[in-house]
């Protein structure tokens, strides 16, 4: 069984006990969360196709860590102008573990 779901504007397919890194969740390490904005359920031989959400199906998960992923350098150049800039960030993420798919 897996599903598409739909977190922090991003889409995943999911499946029992996988390990997600999404964008930067507002809860604590540890905590339990629900992600109701299903998208598509696949079970065995049955398929739902939401429109544009599957009604009844929400997904839970367990939040791992707080964590920072590689680091993203940026660098602009305009040549021949002496015009030269490097930045960079580390974007913040949630590692997730996905505990159960329930279908009511």
């Not at 739909?6 to 999911?14: D, N, P, S, T």
């Amino acid at each position: 069984m897996y599903a598409i779901v739909e977190i922090g504007g991003q889409q995943f397919k999911v499946s029992k006990d996988d390990v997600i890194k999404t964008q930067l969740l507002e809860n604590k390490v540890g905590d339990k969360i629900e992600f109701d904005k299903v998208l598509f359920v696949s079970d065995d031989n049955k398929i739902k196709v939401g429109t544009p959400l599957v009604k009844n199906v929400k997904i839970e998960a367990t939040v791992l860590d707080q964590m920072k992923d590689k680091k993203v350098n940026i660098f602009k150049k305009k040549r021949r102008k002496g015009y030269e800039v490097k930045r960079g960030h580390r974007q913040l993420l949630t590692k997730v573990k996905i505990e159960n798919i329930i279908l009511k």
